[in-house]
């Protein structure tokens, strides 16, 4: 695959599994919740990461 597939494969997957961990309409909403407590998690750790990054620099 060229660069830009790949980017754009991570994208795509990266999309499919945030919808997954939130869920469709149907769902419970308590575990849609959890979810994107779980999403929200995840982001703020890269965020860290990317400020440990930045500072080890």
């Known amino acids: 695959m060229t660069p830009a597939q790949v ?3 991570a994208e795509v997957k990266a999309a499919y599994l945030r919808a997954k961990a ?3 309409s ?3 909403p308590v575990a ?3 979810g994107a407590v779980g999403l929200l998690a995840d ?3 890269d ?3 990317a ?3 930045l500072r080890s620099s």
Do not use: H, K
């Open 7 to 9: 980017t754009r494969w």
């Open 22 to 24: 939130l869920g469709g």
């Open 43 to 45: 982001r703020v750790g």
């Open 32 to 34: 849609r919740a959890v």
């Open 47 to 49: 965020i860290s990461s």
């Open 51 to 53: 400020i440990g990054r």
């Open 26 to 28: 149907g769902e419970d």
